[in-house]
């Protein structure tokens, strides 16, 4: 094996160590994309991963909506912190378009502190008319 290939032998395996030690997680996410409903309304079809991450018991979605102004979606996530003493996160926005493709890179992570019990809105506005889809995603900070 070359020198390259030990390298990324070990990468590799400091990597996993790290996974495995919980270093490097996966965020919370609350994914969604517009929609309409039987009258014609828009509506927004969303699923989080709150309950399954390592938010859990900490961070819980209590809503998601959205509205288009002109033709820009603006997103609004209602997050309520579950413990009684603050949490602070950081979080991100991805947005999509309607096969699924990601319109942009993703915008920078976004400090935010939850104090006892609180919820906050987190908003989000589309970087053009093509969006059809967001993902927001959310880790501690550590």
């Known amino acids: ?18 996974v495995a030690a919980g270093c490097v997680s996966a965020p919370a996410e609350v994914t969604g994309k517009k929609g309409w409903d039987d009258k014609g309304a828009p509506t927004l ?19 998601a909506q959205r509205e288009i102004v002109g033709d820009i979606m603006r997103v609004d996530i209602a997050l309520r912190s579950q ?30 502190t939850f104090y006892d019990l609180e919820t906050k809105k987190i908003v989000g506005v589309a970087p053009n008319k093509r969006v059809d889809g967001f993902s927001l995603k959310v880790l501690p900070v550590k």
């Open 45 to 63: 079809r969303y699923n989080d991963t709150f309950g399954a991450s390592n938010m859990r018991g900490k961070l819980e979605v209590i809503s």
């Open 83 to 112: 413990l009684s003493r603050p949490i602070s996160v950081q979080y991100k926005f991805e947005w999509f378009d309607a096969d699924g493709i990601q319109i942009m890179s993703a915008s920078s992570w976004t400090p935010i």
């Open 1 to 18: 094996m070359g020198k390259l290939g030990v390298i990324f032998v070990r990468t590799l395996i400091v990597f996993m160590l790290l």
